[in-house]
């Protein structure tokens, strides 16, 4: 994830920073391989097929030339912002998804006579499946591209939202509902692996990662509303499912239409497999094309070594100990605002849900600030180095403000929830919680990435299962917990868990550096 920026002139601009088509692209060989490939591939002259080298069978690699505009690093500006802006639907939708059925768990709860406790499953489930489902569509993406796993997935989502419309029992309606997590989890394992395909900088990768971290986050934020105003009209929860199928679909056309192929590997594949025509040069090949993967090797790296990473290092224990935590808190809240709110305040669940978009602008602001960041501190230290190398722990401070900001967020909303105190106060708290869980997700992530660069699919892996996996739980135990305690000292005990996390991006921002210099994840020896 690090890569040159260029300084011309001593002067930086915004727009250099997020996307430099100037750059040579022709030092890029190991970001081409995918990781399950790098330790056993060749390293290779890069150049063109026909470029005399003096390793012999290199001469007929199809590598980018410079500026070679089938690159996607060599894209326009604009075409970049429109394939960012087109594939962040993908991770939207299916974040919709993942809570739209939240706010119809009374309904289905009277007309299968089940109690809340069970009804809670829908949103468990689904990311019980999510959890599961970048293990087969990680591999696949690194095989056939991003556009082949990322429409498989949707329409395998899109067609499992109808027989949940249509379900005469339970059961349709709990197996289908964690089918649509597992293939709905495509566009979370594959959107963020696309911004690294086309943003060429260090910077504007680091933006394109943050827009697909929103969407992912104003995703199921947005669901309940939807949810609850469907549910509550003369259309009934079906028609949560109905719609969600329509839009899906919807998005499936356009993304099939719409959407090209940004991962280089394939891409230069493709590109040998035209040249052998054009040249009649049989000899003319793609690195993809030269490398074999067995399920030896697939198992070691989707299956064996994210499970290492998590058990051995410190640095990815904590920090996804920390981000499933907050990732987890945003959907425990799914249940727990109906209490406060509907329950205890006596609002209508249309208007109840609407307190989740206080979320929403916390995550909104934090966006903006966390983007600031990036562009102003942290581009100018990475402009002020001759390589473009930055340490990871300068993602860390923008992390120890979201750290900061969470549990007096909690607090806050705990101790404003007694009805008897004017509403505003206590939707105002919900904003300071949403910022703090989306920067402690993309600051932490952006982190993860840089430390395990070599191994970043991995680290990835076992911290996106960690967090769904959590996140599923975490619903099953709030409306009990909730009951028992009440509104002020349940949150209080969110509150007090965030508390003792707050050293985490601390500790690391100090002491990080010794512990890389320790660790076999990070110096790719595991």
């Known amino acids: 994830m690090v890569e040159e ?37 060749p390293v290779l002259a890069v150049g063109s097929p026909r470029r005399a080298t003096e390793v012999g069978k290199a001469t007929n690699i199809v590598e980018w030339e410079k500026g070679d505009r089938e690159n996607p690093h060599s894209w326009s500006f604009a075409r970049k912002i429109y394939i960012t802006m ?10 919709i998804g993942s809570s739209i059925m939240s706010s119809a768990s009374t309904a289905i709860g009277k007309e299968y006579s089940v109690g809340s406790e069970v009804t809670t499953l829908t949103t468990s489930l689904y990311l019980m499946g999510y959890a599961t489902g970048p293990f087969l569509f990680g591999p696949i993406s690194e095989r056939l591209g991003r556009k082949v796993p990322l429409i498989i997935g949707l329409l395998g989502f899109a067609s499992f939202c109808l027989p949940i419309a249509l379900a005469q029992n339970l059961y349709t309606v709990m197996i289908c509902r964690f089918f649509m997590g597992f293939f709905g989890s495509s566009s979370m394992a594959i959107t963020a692996g696309a911004m690294s395909d086309i943003w060429n900088t260090l910077v504007g990768r680091g933006i394109g990662v943050d827009y697909f971290v929103l969407m992912a986050f104003i995703g199921p934020v947005i669901g309940p509303v939807l949810g609850a105003f469907v549910t509550k009209s003369h ?23 719409l959407l090209p192929e940004t991962y280089a590997p394939v891409l230069l594949a493709k590109k040998a ?27 070691k790296v989707y299956l064996v070594r994210p499970w290492i990473l998590l058990g051995t290092e410190p640095i990815h224990l904590l920090i996804t100990v920390y981000i499933s935590f907050a990732y987890a808190v945003l959907f425990l809240f799914f249940e727990s605002f109906p209490i406060s709110f509907v329950e205890d305040r006596h609002w209508k669940p249309q208007i109840g849900a609407l307190s989740f978009l206080g979320l929403l602008v916390g995550a909104l602001i934090a966006f903006v600030l966390v983007a600031y960041y990036t562009l102003t501190v942290y581009a100018r230290e990475v402009a002020l180095t001759t390589t473009g190398v930055i340490v990871p722990e300068r993602r860390l401070p923008p992390m120890m403000a979201g750290a900061v900001v969470f549990p007096i967020g909690f607090f806050w909303f705990a101790w404003t ?22 920067i402690v997700m993309i600051q932490g992530l952006k ?30 135990f ?4 909730y009951h028992k305690l009440g509104v002020a000292w349940a949150t209080s005990l969110l509150g007090f868990l965030s ?19 320790m660790s076999r994840g990070a110096l790719n020896t595991l």
């Open 478 to 481: 709030a409306i009990p917990m």
């Open 417 to 438: 929830s007694d009805p008897t105190i004017p509403w505003p106060a206590q939707v105002i708290s919900t904003a300071l919680v949403g910022a703090g869980i989306y």
């Open 499 to 517: 508390l003792v996390m707050v050293p985490i991006p601390v500790l690391f921002y100090v002491y990080g550096q010794k512990l890389r210099a």
């Open 447 to 476: 982190y993860l990435v840089d430390v395990y660069l070599l191994v970043a699919n991995s680290a990835i892996s076992a911290n996106t299962a960690v967090r769904s996996l959590t996140a599923a739980g975490f619903p099953l």
């Open 86 to 95: 087109v594939i962040n639907t993908l991770p939207l939708v299916v974040n």
């Open 235 to 257: 259309l009934g929860w079906r028609w949560t499912m109905w719609i969600m199928a329509i839009v899906a679909f919807t998005d499936l056309i356009f993304a099939f239409l």
């Open 273 to 299: 497999a035209r040249l052998r025509i054009q040249t009649r040069n049989w000899a003319l090949h793609s690195r993809l094309e030269e490398t074999t993967t067995d399920l030896k090797t697939l198992a």
């Open 5 to 41: 920026l260029e300084n011309s002139g001593g002067s930086l601009h915004n727009s250099e920073l997020i996307s430099d088509d100037r750059q040579d692209n022709d030092t890029e060989p190991k970001e081409y391989l995918p990781e399950a490939m790098r330790s056993s591939s």
